[in-house]
């Protein structure tokens, strides 16, 4: 029945306006996220008609005419007012259950998921690949992947929305959000910024690209001189230091850092952390607040010496460790 | 008939003095009601950012001295003793010079405090380069805590200043409380602006007891 | 409000120009220092009016400069002053005091048989804290605007903005007092100065939903003067809140943000909810259905309002377990309101309807909010918040509300008691013809939006992408006639004041005890302190209108 509201007011628009009604839906999940928006519009329509209808009719079977008298009894039902706070509350709890359902499958990425790095800044995306290719105010994407993007901003908040897919998340500075989707159409699709960030918010827009599977990766080889993210992070490491405390003859100054990704570890407070992205952030830029137990606390900040894009090198860096590792115990 | 209040305090657009009484104090509880909150939205952001930052609010604890906030604690507590006692004289009707008496202690109690506060607290931090936004100085000693150091004597400062307007207001009013005692306003039966007030002084006085442990002794 | 107190207030209802609170006293003076609750009321009346002026203008602007997708206007950084100054001004400076302080303190007192609000003093405080605030304002507007969108979202209005964000956040936080004064005084008024025999359930709808908006005010309104504080003393002295660079953590601010800005939603649309309960009773000549439905009902929207701030966060990285309680509870807040609906809907049935404009004022509100509400639920169910959330559809929703919703409601409740406040009447038919207008522009403005948000337009752009502009075009077309469409009112009304024909005590043969005295009223409101005997909207007793239009 939705289908078919749908298709009747798509090609009404289309027919009689040349109005566009629909985005494209280029994601695994939109289709599904249409159809809690086709039955809320349904419920929309459904309820507004009637009211409308009711209100119509009345107005004119109970018109004001000379003599007419005062009807007293119809003043409250006990049985109406329970049945209208019932039957919504019924629905509302219907579009919540299916809804969130949704919202908590959708939320959390899969784990096979491919990773792509996105940082904001007034007014441009900067989005990096593992791979080592970054571009600007534009995506590249292999159709049919996981795709998983680990967000932080430079700045001001900004908010990363592609509506062919259905995904949106506020980009924090100081916080690594992420967003997931797997494009299911290849083409090439808008992406906003839709978080209010400064005098060019409006400009700050680029493209999505999903290229086959063949064309993603020819589009990969071209700009494979670059080196990868974690070569770059590699030489970062070197470059400031990092190896003399954390190298791989570790010395008792700090922990040695293969294989650490993904793992637990005991904090000097007795609680115990995943190393995860948001952690090695937070190692690099306030080494205070993650006081690893066994260690000093000694290591001194980075912040001022390396921007969101370098944390990021560092960061698949340390990963690369944990792969190298387990490539090593297979 | 003119908008206005005549001699014995009764407003026009009340039926009763007691109706008027009555308004009153509805109104000023609503009032507290509305401060509550007003203090509530601080309060919470203090809670998110001291469970954020534990260690650096307990290093900006350090930088407050205990000695002051404990003797301007005891103050205060006596000042709400005060400022019940001068309502307790109205109401049993002791003589006006009573009431002044209570008000006027009340009065230099509240004014100990701020002069504590400013002149060995605030005026000190202004030295140390230790009040954020005028010259504050990241010491070594917080490492990387630094900023959220800052951040807890912004809390401070914050938290601290609204508090002490509030006493200046307080004193405000006592002031025209202290005239309308001289006039002889108040009696056994008519004390209602006493009362009132008092409700502030003792709301005042209870922000702090809620500060006092808040931002002073962490440490312990 | 039996009959016979009525007759008791007009000793000489066919004489002439009686002695009234307009004509008691004349001066500027008498005005500016003026402690009644009516003339307070229609200081509000003016001060409001120009500030709608001023948003009307900035939307103006906006719309025209989105008839093209490159902007047809101005530069994108004026763009974002005038939609920040759109917001601010409309929100904080128009709708939150729009019908409470303007309606609510003239009405008050009179629906409730009492000589004044109160706190007099206070009231007339209140106002002048507010100038103060609107003052501010439009200094803040006109030399050099501000760019930070009516949110405030730091760390681009702390750290990034060039504007002077701190003068328009002590605007904010001062006009906010004034809410609070406001709110205090209803709150008291309503408990203590009610006439002999109104008792709780005798009292009009209107005072119940204006008993919630106080309450709202009262609870609310401290916690986004602290959050502008703080706003205000990381801007002014550069010290880490909220700043993430500093430590601060943006998102606390958002949270203690939409405390207050969620629940101020109901601030704008309570009293008129209080207003369209009177005009559909008033109009169909009928008691209320559900009393105490419509009345609970405001409470329990007051209530829940406090806890549905979390929806405008779905997408702002809090948990997920947050973003389903949040939905949970944002859905639950649109059953009261469900309720209203549907019990002004059942009013209508065996009623003896008439449609004179407030009426029409009504019957549009009842349509639009009913779409407004509805498409609520698209935001508060999360998945497609994702998709909708920070773009037109967000924007078009709580246009339904708030001015399909709360400014309809406020021009048929100034219609309605426009005869009791001048004492005259407008040209019904210019009226009707108004209502119209506004009607079809609306739509024609809002509904083309809700689809360039399913479509992914971003708000608060100033340029956008090529394929969203016929909508645009729409939307800007429609934004011409609702201009034209509150033009017509602000002449004839102002024309009524002077040359509109001189009513009596009750035109409308209504039933309240604000139409059993004269029309304008007495600066006493009552000669004789009203005793009421009955249940409200008892339209057995009502007296034949004066003036019968079909």
């Known amino acids: ?114 990773e792509v790095f996105v940082i904001g800044k007034q007014w441009m995306w900067h989005i990096q690949h593992p791979e080592g290719p970054r571009e600007i105010n534009a995506l590249h994407v292999p159709v049919g992947e996981n795709i998983k993007l680990t967000m932080t901003s430079q700045d001001v908040i900004h908010g990363f929305y592609v509506p062919a897919f259905r995904v949106k998340k506020d980009v924090l500075p100081g916080h690594y959000t992420s967003i997931w989707f797997k494009a299911n159409q290849v083409g090439t699709y808008h992406l906003f910024c839709s978080q209010y960030c400064g005098t060019n918010h409006s400009e700050m827009i680029g493209w999505i690209y999903v290229m086959s599977t063949t064309d993603y990766a020819a589009w990969l080889a071209e700009g494979e001189a670059s ?83 370098q944390v990021l090198q560092l960061i698949a860096y340390v990963k690369s460790l944990g792969a190298q590792e387990r490539t090593n115990g297979q | 008939m003119v908008h206005g209040e005549n001699p014995t305090g009764f407003a026009h657009q009340f039926e009763t003095l007691e109706q008027q009484h009555d308004a009153g104090r509805l109104g000023m509880w609503i009032f507290l009601a509305t401060e509550i909150l007003f203090f509530g939205g601080m309060f919470m952001s203090y809670t998110v950012y001291r469970s954020l930052h534990p260690q650096a609010f307990l290093l900006g604890s350090h930088i407050l001295e205990v000695k002051f906030g404990a003797i301007n604690t005891a103050v205060l507590i006596c000042s709400s003793f005060t400022m019940a006692m001068s309502i307790r004289s109205a109401q049993t009707g002791k003589k006006k010079g009573t ?89 056994s039966q008519y004390f209602a602006p006493l009362e009132i007030s008092g409700l502030y002084w003792h709301f005042v006085d209870i922000v702090w007891i809620f500060l006092f442990p808040l931002l002073y002794l962490i440490r312990y | 409000m039996s009959t016979t107190a009525t007759v008791e207030n007009f000793p000489n209802s066919s004489a002439e120009p009686q002695e009234n609170y307009l004509n008691a006293r004349y001066g500027v003076r008498s005005w500016l220092l003026t402690l009644d609750h009516k003339r307070i009321g229609l200081l509000y009346l003016g001060t409001i009016t120009l500030m709608f002026v001023v948003g009307g203008i900035a939307a103006t602007m906006m719309r025209l400069n989105l008839l093209e997708p490159q902007g047809t206007l101005v530069e994108p950084e004026t763009y974002n002053k005038l939609f920040s100054t759109h917001g601010i001004v409309m929100v904080f400076f128009f709708l939150v005091p729009s019908i409470p302080a303007t309606l609510g303190n003239f009405l008050i007192p009179l629906m409730i048989g009492a000589r004044d609000v109160a706190f007099p003093r206070l009231n007339l405080l209140s106002w002048y804290i507010f100038v103060t605030g609107c003052l501010l304002m439009l200094y803040v507007v006109f030399t050099g605007g501000i760019d930070t969108g009516w949110t405030f979202y730091p760390p681009y ?14 605007a904010i936080f001062i ?156 859905f639950l ?17 065996k009623g003896s309807i008439s449609y004179e404009a407030p009426m029409l004022y009504a019957l549009g509100f009842i349509g639009l909010f009913t779409i407004g509400g509805l498409t609520g639920l698209f935001l508060a169910s999360l998945s497609t918040d994702v998709h909708l959330n920070g773009t037109y559809f967000v924007v078009a929703h709580f246009h339904y509300v708030m001015v399909g919703g709360a400014v309809m409601a406020y021009m048929g409740g100034l219609h309605y008691w426009w005869p009791k406040i001048t004492g005259r009447l407008y040209p019904d038919l210019w009226a009707r013809f108004a209502a119209l207008i506004i009607f079809v522009g609306f739509n024609l403005t809002f509904f083309p939006q809700f689809v360039l948000g399913y479509l992914g337009m971003p708000r608060r ?22 201009a034209v469409g509150y033009v017509i009112p602000l002449i004839y009304l102002i024309w009524s004041m002077k040359y509109g024909p001189v009513v009596g005590p009750n035109p409308f043969g209504t039933k309240g005890l604000e139409w059993t005295t004269q029309s304008p009223p007495p600066t006493e409101n009552f000669l004789r302190t009203p005793i009421v005997t009955e249940e409200a909207y008892n339209y057995e007793t009502a007296p034949e209108p004066e003036v019968v239009r079909v």
Not at chain 1, 261 to 279: E, I, L
Not at chain 2, 104 to 132: S, V
Not at chain 3, 461 to 482: D, K
Request: net charge neutral.
């Open chain 3, 461 to 482: 752009y100033a340029m956008y992408p090529a394929e969203f502009q016929s909508l645009n075009v729409l939307s800007s077309a429609g934004a011409s006639v609702l």
């Open chain 2, 99 to 187: 009431i002044i008496g209570w008000l006027i202690l009340t009065m230099l109690l509240g004014a100990t405090f701020l002069f504590l506060k400013f002149r060995f607290e605030w005026y000190h931090d202004y030295l140390e380069h230790t009040m954020p936004g005028f010259g504050f100085f990241y010491r070594p000693e917080w490492g990387t805590h630094a900023p959220q150091v800052q951040m807890f004597m912004c809390f401070y400062f914050f938290m601290t200043g609204l508090h002490a307007l509030h006493m200046i207001v307080g004193i405000g009013v006592l002031l025209v409380l202290t005239w309308m005692a001289s006039r002889g306003r108040f009696t």
């Open chain 1, 1 to 114: 029945m939705m289908g078919l509201t749908q298709l009747a007011v798509h090609s009404i628009a289309a027919a009689w306006l040349d109005l566009p009604l629909q985005p494209p839906a280029a994601s695994s999940i939109a289709s599904s996220v249409d159809d809690v928006y086709y039955l809320l519009s349904g419920i929309t329509i459904f309820f507004s008609v009637l009211i409308f209808s009711i209100i119509f009719y009345f107005m004119i079977k109970y018109r004001r005419r000379p003599g007419k008298t005062y009807e007293p009894e119809t003043h409250t039902s006990l049985f109406l007012e329970l049945s209208w706070t019932i039957i919504p509350s019924l629905i509302c709890v219907v579009i919540f259950v299916w809804s969130s359902a949704l919202y908590v499958r959708n939320s959390r990425p899969p784990a096979n998921a491919r």
């Open chain 3, 175 to 330: 006009a906010g007092f004034s809410s609070i004064l406001t709110g205090m005084n209803f709150v008291v008024t309503i408990h203590k100065m009610r006439a002999p025999g109104m008792t709780w359930f005798r009292l009009p709808l209107f005072i119940w939903s204006m008993y919630a908006t106080a309450l709202i005010f009262v609870l609310g309104t401290p916690v986004i003067a602290v959050t502008l504080l703080l706003l205000g003393v990381e801007k002014l002295l550069h010290v880490g809140i909220f700043d993430p660079a500093l430590g601060g953590d943006p998102v606390l601010f958002q949270h203690m943000f939409w405390f207050y800005s969620h629940p101020a939603v109901y601030i704008m649309i309570l009293p008129s909810m209080g207003v369209i309960s009177e005009l559909i009773t008033a109009f169909s000549r009928k008691r209320i259905f559900g009393y105490s439905f419509v009345a609970f009902s405001s409470l329990a929207i007051a209530v829940i309002s406090f806890l549905v701030w979390g929806h405008h966060m779905f997408v702002s990285g809090q948990s997920v377990y947050a973003g389903l309680i949040f939905s949970v509870l944002s």
């Open chain 1, 227 to 309: 080196e990868s993210l974690a070569q770059q992070g590699a030489q970062l490491f070197t470059r400031l230091g990092c190896d003399s405390c954390h190298g791989a003859a570790a010395s008792s100054a700090g922990p040695s850092l293969a294989g650490i990704y993904g793992k637990p570890q005991k904090m000097a407070d007795g609680s115990t952390r995943v190393v995860d992205d948001s952690f090695l952030r937070q190692a690099v830029l306030t080494p205070s607040t993650v006081h690893v137990a066994g260690y000093p606390q000694i290591m001194p900040t980075f912040t001022g010496q390396v921007d969101e894009q």
């Open chain 3, 333 to 349: 807040v649109a059953i009261p309101s469900a309720v209203k609906v549907f019990n002004w809907t059942a009013t209508l049935y």
């Open chain 3, 157 to 170: 209005s702390s750290s990034y903005a060039h504007t002077d964000v701190f003068l328009a956040a002590m």
